[in-house]
């Protein structure tokens, strides 16, 4: 089994609807990320948790909220989809603080918003 | 803001040439990693270089570091079909913890 596992992997929505992508890690690991993936931009930084009771803002939060529900578990809400998006979505696990360890990747959620 | 910048864009050889990525960062760093990712997978880590170290070497990759340009390199000896995928340099974004990702090098082996 991965060591982080993503659901859905893939996903088609429409316009206006909640959507809830969810991330859970068996690697023990206390800081778990968000990134979204689109052509020719990259990987921005959505949200990020060093622990349960911590929860912070990335570069582009907006239209996002997140849930830390157990150390494991990172769940990524769209509270009411639009086309932009549309896009790869990655959960992320890492060990250790600064400097900042190496990051270990699920295999990404396709979200496509209609 | 991104932070690293990958240079080519995209690259393409034949099996058993070398490929270079360069990764050009904006502000200083204690550390730059490496990653790859194959098509539409999640990406994996290869390598960590820290700002004291000016080169390292895992199997066929070796990175260089130059903390006076703000540039690295990753170069990929003896290139094979398998190694087809895009590579990322990421910093960590200011003092924090955060890591910040290149767009990336598309890299095609051709066999």
């Known amino acids: ?26 690697k023990g690991h206390d800081r778990m990320y968000w990134y979204r993936q689109d052509p020719g931009l990259g990987l921005r930084l959505i949200y990020y948790s060093f622990d349960v009771k911590d929860i912070n803002k ?20 769209l509270e009411s989809a639009i086309p932009n998006q549309t896009a790869l979505y990655f959960c992320a696990t890492s060990s250790v603080g600064g400097p900042t360890g190496e990051l270990f990747f699920g295999e990404g959620s396709r979200l496509t918003v209609l | 803001s991104q932070q690293g910048e990958e240079d080519p864009q995209a690259l393409s050889i034949q099996e058993g040439e070398n490929a270079t990525m360069n990764c050009s960062y904006k502000t200083s760093i204690n550390n730059l990693q490496w990653y790859r990712q194959n098509s539409g997978r999640g990406l994996v880590h290869l390598i960590l270089i820290r700002s004291n170290e000016r080169e390292k070497h895992s199997g066929r990759l070796r990175v260089t570091l130059d903390t006076s340009k703000k540039s690295s ?39």
Request: aromatic content about 6%; proline content about 4%.
């Open chain 1, 58 to 77: 990335g570069e582009i939060s907006d239209g996002y909220s997140v849930s830390r529900q157990a150390q494991a578990k990172f769940s990524l809400s």
């Open chain 2, 73 to 111: 390199s990753l170069l990929i000896t003896a290139s094979r079909a398998a190694d087809t995928a895009s590579y990322f340099c990421a910093t960590p974004q200011g003092g924090s913890e955060k890591l910040v990702f290149g767009k990336g090098t598309k890299l095609t082996v051709n066999p």
């Open chain 1, 1 to 26: 089994d991965a060591d982080v596992t993503q659901t859905p992997r893939n996903r088609i929505t429409k316009t206006g609807k909640r959507i809830m992508l969810e991330c859970s890690q068996t």
